[in-house]
């Protein structure tokens, strides 16, 4: 049917081609994340019977974003024109919101083929039998995620991760969770990547940090995808002859409420399973981590509440594929699904999906592990990349690039200027639903607001009550301590 590098291989192709190098990192001196949704379409006709292999399917990315950077509580604004959160997750999923408001377009009015069919009931849209999303990132989500044991049998990929109050006020969020990824540029990896991988496809494991020569891994205990049901157990899952030294650690901080990391050295460092905050530039943010909002997504469905007007059932993701990157089976399975697996009674349609999570062997090139592996000791510090790129399979500006929330190259004068927003913010996304609403006629819209008086941001979602309904009771059951925004940041027109 396809495989996680097929995906991989495919999103790096991808933004290669149709990405610009502008907001792309410098060249040995920057790095940053890469995510996307592609679209899995299987053929028609299929033979019944058929295995899984033989299936045929057509790949298509219809989102990817880049980006590291979040902004701080300070920094953010009522009128809903800035981007809070810039993580390549977050980046992609938005873009998708963008592909899936244009889509819902071509099926309202009947213009060209969309991915959404009739509902069964007025004015609700479906998608197609036969298709589904795979959502694709170059990193494991940060927070709960990125939590990862390291083995006493590596010779570590990443060091022990001490994390200083300068780099906490950084906002450098994967910064802090690769410190020390490659860091040692003269070893025999590092030296046989930089010689042996010129293409943009590093495969196989043959270029990815960990170091296996000298302590082959048998099948079953991968040093990267380890069988682990938390970290406070993790010594008596492992085999007894392998030690864990210590963790991959998260910069993202447990949100207020939340127990509190225990801070001691080695694997206890963390606790695992808690609501986490990203970290911002010297200012704390309101961004909840990639693993906390993917884990919700996986509940509520990736549309938000606006499009679920529109829609008969929530669009989940089928597949989550992840890049060569420090990464836990186990790790990735506790904080998409294990946390809210025991969440029951929400509304018809809803549910806590089923999410397959599988890693590719393929290394993104602009990675910051395969970037320091490159750099041939070159002048300066290796950082994240200030910007971020959206792209959305739309007809219409698909490409936008930004940083610190904003399109690139906008001034301070220029802020508040229809020019000085992203088509992905709030406020734009807003508008382009508020336009497929307008091109509806009244008597097919559909009945969570035919004949509203809405006008707010604010008013359109808390009008979506099933949508309200299952997110009540998410947070009740699982996720009590999530940032909430105050309204006031949601009565934009």
């Not at 099926?107 to 197609?128: V, Y």
């Not at 999570?357 to 970037?371: G, K, N, P």
Request: some cysteine; aromatic content about 8%; charged content about 25%.
């Amino acid at each position: 049917m396809w495989t996680a590098d097929e995906i991989a291989q495919l999103c790096y192709e991808h933004y290669h081609v149709r990405l610009p190098k502008q907001g792309k990192p410098e060249p040995n001196r920057e790095w940053t994340l890469l995510a996307a949704v592609v679209k899995i379409q299987f053929t028609a006709d299929q033979a019944c019977g058929i295995s899984d292999k033989a299936i045929q399917v057509t790949k298509e990315v219809v989102s990817m974003g880049t980006g590291t950077k979040c902004i701080g509580q300070s920094k953010m604004r009522k009128s809903g024109d800035i981007l809070n959160d810039s993580h390549a997750e977050v980046i992609a999923r938005r873009g998708f919101l963008r592909y899936l408001l244009h889509q819902l377009q071509l099926a309202a009015t009947l213009e060209k083929d969309s991915i959404f069919i009739p509902g069964t009931h007025k004015g609700l849209w479906k998608l197609r039998p036969a298709l589904s999303f795979v959502f694709f990132s170059s990193h494991t989500p940060c927070g709960d995620a990125s939590i990862i044991p390291m083995l006493e049998f590596e010779e570590q990929p990443c060091c022990p991760v001490t994390i200083s109050s300068s780099a906490g006020a950084s906002g450098d969020l994967e910064a802090l969770e690769d410190k020390g990824d490659c860091d040692d540029t003269d070893s025999p990896v590092a030296k046989k990547m930089r010689l042996e991988t010129p293409s943009y496809l590093v495969m196989n494991g043959t270029a990815h940090c960990d170091k296996q020569e000298r302590h082959p891994v048998t099948p079953e205990v991968s040093n990267w995808n380890l069988t682990v049901q938390g970290l406070a157990t993790v010594k008596t899952t492992m085999p007894r002859d392998i030690t864990v030294l210590d963790i991959h650690r998260t910069g993202a901080k447990c949100v207020p409420g939340e127990a509190r990391d225990p801070g001691k050295p080695g694997a206890a460092y963390h606790q695992v399973g808690l609501l986490r905050v990203k970290p911002g530039r010297g200012d704390r943010t309101c961004s909840m981590s990639c693993s906390d909002k993917m884990a919700r997504w996986n509940v509520l469905g990736c549309q938000g509440a606006l499009l679920m007007h529109f829609l008969e059932e929530p669009i989940y993701l089928s597949a989550l594929v992840i890049g060569k990157c420090p990464y836990s089976q186990e790790a990735m399975q506790r904080a998409l699904t294990g946390r809210c697996q025991n969440v029951s009674a929400l509304p018809k349609g809803f549910r806590v999906q089923e999410l397959t999570t599988q890693q590719s062997d393929l290394l993104f090139e602009q990675s910051r592990c395969a970037v320091q592996a490159n750099r041939l000791d070159g002048p300066g510090r290796l950082v994240p990349c200030g910007a971020a790129i959206s792209w959305s399979a739309v007809p219409e500006h698909p490409l936008d690039v930004t940083a610190n929330g904003f399109p690139q190259g906008t001034t301070k004068k220029g802020i508040g200027s229809l020019q000085a927003r992203s088509r992905i913010s709030k406020v734009e996304l807003f508008r382009s639903f508020l336009k497929l609403l307008s091109s509806i006629a009244e008597d097919m819209q559909p009945d969570s607001l035919r004949g509203q008086k809405l006008d707010t941001y604010q008013e359109y979602k808390e009008a979506a009550s099933t949508y309200q309904e299952a997110w009540s009771t998410l947070r009740k059951q699982a996720f009590g301590f999530w940032i909430k925004n105050p309204p006031d940041y949601h009565q934009f027109k």
